[in-house]
C-alpha cells in the first residue's frame, strides 16, 4: 500500500504575496520538494483548496483584522508544524509602522468610505497569536532557505538556516564595509544573514530586511551612528523598516526616539 504524502497547505494573511512568490520561483527546487508532498491548499498558486488537517502550513502575512485574528487560530489547530515565512508573517511587516500612529487617520486619507473598514489598531506578527514552530524571515523570504526548511521536517532533522549577521556575508563574498570606506549608515552589524549582503556588494547600506540577528547589540550600533553625526530620530527611523515591530528593534528605536524627547 502507497504510504500517504504529507499534506501542505500555504496561507496569506496581510501581505504583498511576495513570499509565496518566491516559493513558485523555486522552480526545479519546488518540483522536487512538490514530489515528497501533496499540495492541498495553496491559492496563489492552485484552484485545490481543501480542509484540514495538514501536516505542514506555511503562513504568509501579518493579523490585521478580527476575521484574521480567528482564522489564525483554526489555522493553528488544523496543523501540526505552522511555519510563518517573510517579515509581515513573522515581525508584523512594513505595515506595522501603523502601530505608532493613528489608524483611523490613516483610513480617512486613503478610503473614501472609511465607515466600511473595520481593522483592529496594530498589524501584529502570527506568533503573538497561536504557537509558532519555526519562523523564516526575509522580505521577501531567501526561496533557498524555505526549501531547505520543508525539506528539514519531511525528514525529520533540524533546519540549517543561517544566524549569523550580514557582516561575515561581506566578509566572505569580498564586499568592502561600506561603513568603514565610504561612511554610509548600515544595519548589517545587527541583520540576520539571508540576501548574501545584497545591498552593501552595491555600496549601499544594509536596510535590515531579514530582521535582528540573534544577540544584536542595537544600543552599541545606534552609539556609533550617532558618534558619525546621525540624530536619534534618524537612528531610529532607519530601525523603522520591514521588520520594524520585531522586538529588537522596536525596543531599541523606542529608547532612542524616548531619549530624543527628553
Known amino acids: 500500500m502507497e504510504q500517504e504524502k504529507p499534506r501542505l497547505a500555504v496561507f496569506k494573511f496581510a501581505s504583498c504575496d511576495g513570499c509565496q512568490l518566491s516559493l513558485l520561483d523555486a522552480e526545479d527546487q519546488l518540483l522536487a520538494v512538490a514530489g515528497a508532498l501533496e499540495i492541498v491548499y495553496f491559492p496563489e498558486a492552485t484552484s485545490r483548496m481543501e480542509d484540514g488537517p495538514y501536516d505542514i502550513a506555511l503562513v504568509e502575512g501579518s493579523v490585521t483584522t478580527l476575521h484574521d485574528a480567528e482564522r489564525i487560530q483554526q489555522i493553528r489547530k488544523d496543523s501540526k508544524y505552522l511555519m510563518t515565512i517573510g517579515a509581515c508573517a513573522t515581525a508584523g511587516g512594513i505595515q506595522a509602522l501603523r502601530n505608532w500612529a493613528d489608524t483611523d487617520e490613516f483610513i480617512r486619507a486613503v478610503y473614501a468610505k472609511p465607515e466600511y473598514i473595520q481593522v483592529l489598531e496594530s498589524s501584529t506578527p502570527i506568533s503573538d497569536h497561536v504557537k509558532v514552530d ?56 545587527v541583520t540576520q544573514s539571508g540576501c548574501h549582503a545584497l545591498c552593501p556588494s552595491y555600496h549601499r547600506g544594509c536596510y535590515g530586511c531579514y530582521g535582528p ?50
Open 134 to 189: 519555526f519562523e523564516l524571515r526575509g522580505c521577501p523570504i531567501n526561496q533557498y532557505q524555505l526549501i531547505e526548511v520543508i525539506q528539514s521536517l519531511l525528514a525529520g532533522r533540524k533546519p540549517r538556516t543561517p544566524q549569523h549577521s550580514v557582516c561575515l556575508d561581506c566578509k566572505r563574498r569580498g564586499t568592502v564595509c561600506v561603513t568603514v570606506a565610504q561612511g554610509i549608515a548600515c544595519l548589517g552589524p
Open 213 to 262: 540577528a540573534p544577540q544584536s547589540n542595537l544600543v552599541s550600533l545606534a552609539t556609533h551612528m550617532e558618534k558619525e553625526g546621525d540624530s536619534r530620530t534618524e537612528i531610529s527611523h532607519r530601525l523603522h523598516n520591514f521588520n520594524a515591530y520585531a522586538p529588537a528593534f522596536r525596543n531599541e528605536s523606542q529608547r532612542l526616539l524616548e531619549q530624543d524627547g527628553e
